[in-house]
């Protein structure tokens, strides 16, 4: 638009404000109406005698031209009179400026017809986060507002208003009270703000449909690789893409659904192209080549692998289709842009649409020859590589490396960084990519200088009060203890002689005594006849004979897997009278006692303790592994067990659960062994590591295990059966406890 005929002076009396304006008004004059520019003026001027000083009217210059220019008419005055009414007539006035700027990034995500809903979310989150300490009559302003503003384009561009006004009350529950937290929370800094955040998100999430995925993955290709999703860089918002290495399936966290393909067919999409990567790729050199010739190869590597994996399971050909961008022929302005994508795209789009409309002589040269060598039955990565190449040097064009590279719509979300196929021996040296945050083969000294610290896992907690998880409320950190000596755990058994001597008599009629034949064997203990005979016939009459010849045997075993779980808490420290031992002595007897047995049994057995200081620190130490026998390593670590800080069950439990859920045995059993009710010393509420713990009780049964408490606490009747129902014994003579533990796990295991 033109430029107002009229003139208009700035009626301000700070020169820096006339400074600054001067600087805007030409590009304010040619992108806002007469009406917007008048609000423009109006705005500034007001600002400036507001006795606020020059920096409100200063920002305000600064940014709402862009701002009205977007949102059009009356948009300036609704900002100006919200940022007065509801800004500086409060204690958040310091924080305008904050606001106005923040304003910028805002009109990349909020629609044009969405001020008002906008400004009314700002006007939530302000007023709610703005406190008055009890008994003092002065009102403080937000702690949170600037670190909320800080990631409001992250916010909107991920969640919609109902996502994010359920994720703001979350905060305002739990951190209404507390400043420093409250800003953490709104700051993306928290495990649980960033699971309500992830939460809130609009698709769907890997966790509801990870068993879906691995049978999917069993059942079609035999294979039972792990996933780890990742989620949004909080910090700096970078790009994944999905990848397989090292037996694990890096892929989003969440997908949300496209036109015509929903979330959970855009996981099957990922993770079988993955899988037909896995079994169709063959490794290759890519030092030698350049990151646009390792492009080229990508786009006929892909097709192939999709090609084939078509032919066994065509119905992923219309999914992967619906995927790929139908990208313009015309699209990329190759003067003045590198078109290297936009050439990719179009390749990749032709070919797996043989109904494309490209009328490229190059592409369409190209797809026919790779739908001859497809069509021959015989391919391998080798022929992707000169596909590629060769593609490469017949399109290349001057402007490829120009700085300006078109991306629009070239990006194919279910395909992986392809790592899979390239094989680099000099790791340092990859020149420039144009791919960010690909082939990160270079290794950070920095990080080669940090001590390896195991992160945390989180955990839900549940709020009987709300009646709902605060998610990724707790953080467990596994440990493995230190190893001491483990003579003191053989004289324990020693002491426990006569102990041992009655279980060696019941254990010896609990073991498996009943042999189980195992026919077909290429090795094996002895030759099974009949097999053998029928092998020599074959062999006399020129047919391939059986060459598993041999019969072997293995004893039918307790299909039994056992986790022991031990408070470890201060309080064990407490001394017995009985025997002047300390509860945590005695403890080591008993388990030592339990662990011999199961030994002996050879059940699938883990010991695990745990302790915490706080929800952020959740302590699991691991004793005893499922994989590890009982041997002086193991005692050692028995023996240097240490009893410290509170009782933060819940969460102890949920970890063990997720080890003892991954054993393949008819019967998972969880000992709790604990001396008093769930606590920590953040908790003001008893009840309420009481309801969660049984809350994780409940979650353990849904999956099929058997939790089951000993308690050597006599006041437990007061709150053991809230927790365990009735699968609890309380040991009233904790002198007792290295006899009856172990007879109470036979008890519950025959």
């Given at each position: 638009?033109?430029?107002?005929?009229?003139?208009?002076?700035?009626?301000?009396?700070?020169?820096?404000?006339?400074?600054?304006?001067?600087?805007?008004?030409?590009?304010?004059?040619?992108?806002?109406?007469?009406?917007?520019?008048?609000?423009?003026?109006?705005?500034?001027?007001?600002?400036?005698?507001?006795?606020?000083?020059?920096?409100?009217?200063?920002?305000?210059?600064?940014?709402?031209?862009?701002?009205?220019?977007?949102?059009?008419?009356?948009?300036?005055?609704?900002?100006?009179?919200?940022?007065?009414?509801?800004?500086?007539?409060?204690?958040?006035?310091?924080?305008?400026?904050?606001?106005?700027?923040?304003?910028?990034?805002?009109?990349?995500?909020?629609?044009?017809?969405?001020?008002?809903?906008?400004?009314?979310?700002?006007?939530?989150?302000?007023?709610?986060?703005?406190?008055?300490?009890?008994?003092?009559?002065?009102?403080?302003?937000?702690?949170?507002?600037?670190?909320?503003?800080?990631?409001?384009?992250?916010?909107?561009?991920?969640?919609?208003?109902?996502?994010?006004?359920?994720?703001?009350?979350?905060?305002?529950?739990?951190?209404?009270?507390?400043?420093?937290?409250?800003?953490?929370?709104?700051?993306?800094?928290?495990?649980?703000?960033?699971?309500?955040?992830?939460?809130?998100?609009?698709?769907?999430?890997?966790?509801?449909?990870?068993?879906?995925?691995?049978?999917?993955?069993?059942?079609?290709?035999?294979?039972?690789?792990?996933?780890?999703?990742?989620?949004?860089?909080?910090?700096?918002?970078?790009?994944?893409?999905?990848?397989?290495?090292?037996?694990?399936?890096?892929?989003?966290?969440?997908?949300?659904?496209?036109?015509?393909?929903?979330?959970?067919?855009?996981?099957?999409?990922?993770?079988?192209?993955?899988?037909?990567?896995?079994?169709?790729?063959?490794?290759?050199?890519?030092?030698?080549?350049?990151?646009h010739q390792r492009l080229f190869v990508e786009v006929f590597e892909d097709a192939r692998v999709e090609y084939l994996c078509s032919q066994k399971y065509p119905g992923f050909k219309s999914i992967w289709k619906e995927l790929i961008p139908e990208i313009g022929e015309d699209d990329c302005v190759q003067e003045t842009q590198s078109c290297i994508r936009h050439r990719a795209a179009m390749l990749s789009r032709a070919l797996i649409d043989e109904n494309h409309k490209y009328k490229n002589l190059e592409i369409i040269k190209f797809v026919d020859k790779f739908n001859a060598l497809m069509s021959a039955g015989k391919s391998t990565t080798e022929d992707s590589l000169s596909l590629g190449l060769d593609f490469l040097a017949n399109t290349r064009n001057v402007s490829d490396s120009l700085p300006d590279v078109f991306f629009t719509d070239t990006e194919i979300s279910y395909r992986d960084d392809n790592r899979i196929m390239w094989i680099f021996i000099e790791k340092d040296d990859e020149g420039d990519d144009i791919f960010p945050n690909k082939f990160k083969n270079k290794e950070d000294k920095e990080e080669q200088k940090r001590e390896a610290v195991i992160p945390p896992h989180y955990y839900d907690e549940w709020d009987y009060k709300y009646e709902s998880y605060k998610p990724d409320w707790t953080s467990v950190y596994e440990r493995l203890y230190s190893n001491s000596d483990s003579i003191f755990i053989d004289q324990l058994l020693e002491k426990n002689g006569d102990i041992v001597k009655q279980l060696k008599r019941v254990l010896d009629l609990l073991k498996p005594q009943n042999k189980k034949r195992l026919r077909f064997q290429e090795d094996g203990s002895e030759l099974d006849l009949d097999i053998a005979l029928r092998s020599v016939i074959e062999l006399k009459n020129r047919s391939q004979p059986d060459s598993r010849i041999n019969n072997d045997f293995e004893h039918d075993s307790r299909s039994v897997s056992v986790l022991l779980l031990l408070d470890l808490s201060e309080s064990l420290n407490d001394i017995v009278e009985a025997t002047n031992q300390t509860i945590l002595e005695l403890s080591q007897e008993a388990v030592s006692l339990l662990a011999w047995s199961v030994e002996q049994l050879g059940d699938n057995f883990a010991i695990a303790g745990f302790n915490s200081n706080t929800r952020d620190q959740v302590m699991y130490y691991h004793i005893k592994g499922y994989s590890e026998h009982w041997d002086d390593s193991v005692k050692a670590r028995l023996a240097n067990l240490k009893a410290e800080y509170s009782t933060r069950m819940g969460a102890a439990i949920r970890h063990g659960a997720h080890y003892l859920d991954l054993q393949k045995s008819d019967k998972k059993l969880m000992l709790i062994l604990t001396d008093g009710e769930p606590f920590d010393i953040d908790i003001k509420d008893p009840n309420m590591l009481i309801k969660d713990t049984h809350k994780a009780i409940q979650e353990c049964r849904k999956k099929g295990m058997y939790p089951y408490c000993i308690s050597l606490d006599n006041k437990a009747d007061d709150y053991i059966s809230d927790v365990f129902g009735s699968n609890y014994s309380v040991i009233d003579r904790i002198e007792s406890l290295p006899k009856e533990l172990p007879q109470l796990f036979l008890s519950l295991t025959k």
């Open positions: 638009m033109n430029e107002p005929t009229y003139e208009r002076e700035l009626r301000c009396a700070f020169d820096s404000v006339h400074e600054e304006f001067s600087k805007h008004i030409s590009s304010a004059r040619s992108i806002l109406s007469e009406e917007s520019l008048d609000e423009y003026y109006d705005g500034i001027e007001f600002f400036s005698k507001i006795g606020q000083g020059d920096s409100i009217s200063i920002a305000f210059s600064n940014v709402m031209h862009w701002v009205g220019s977007y949102f059009g008419k009356n948009s300036i005055q609704k900002i100006t009179d919200f940022s007065y009414k509801t800004i500086t007539r409060s204690p958040n006035k310091e924080l305008l400026v904050d606001f106005l700027f923040s304003l910028i990034e805002v009109i990349n995500y909020v629609k044009e017809d969405e001020l008002e809903e906008f400004l009314k979310l700002i006007e939530y989150q302000l007023k709610k986060t703005t406190y008055s300490v009890h008994g003092i009559h002065v009102t403080h302003s937000s702690p949170s507002f600037r670190a909320f503003l800080s990631k409001l384009g992250l916010i909107l561009s991920h969640l919609d208003y109902e996502g994010i006004y359920e994720w703001i009350n979350y905060g305002l529950r739990y951190y209404k009270s507390h400043p420093e937290q409250q800003e953490a929370f709104f700051s993306l800094l928290t495990s649980d703000s960033r699971a309500v955040f992830q939460r809130q998100r609009k698709g769907v999430l890997f966790v509801d449909i990870e068993r879906q995925i691995n049978l999917f993955q069993l059942e079609l290709w035999g294979t039972e690789f792990m996933y780890a999703p990742y989620s949004p860089d909080f910090e700096k918002l970078e790009h994944f893409h999905p990848y397989l290495e090292d037996e694990i399936i890096r892929l989003p966290d969440i997908y949300p659904e496209t036109k015509k393909i929903d979330g959970t067919n855009r996981y099957f999409a990922l993770v079988a192209h993955l899988m037909a990567h896995n079994q169709f790729t063959t490794a290759i050199f890519a030092d030698n080549l350049s990151p």
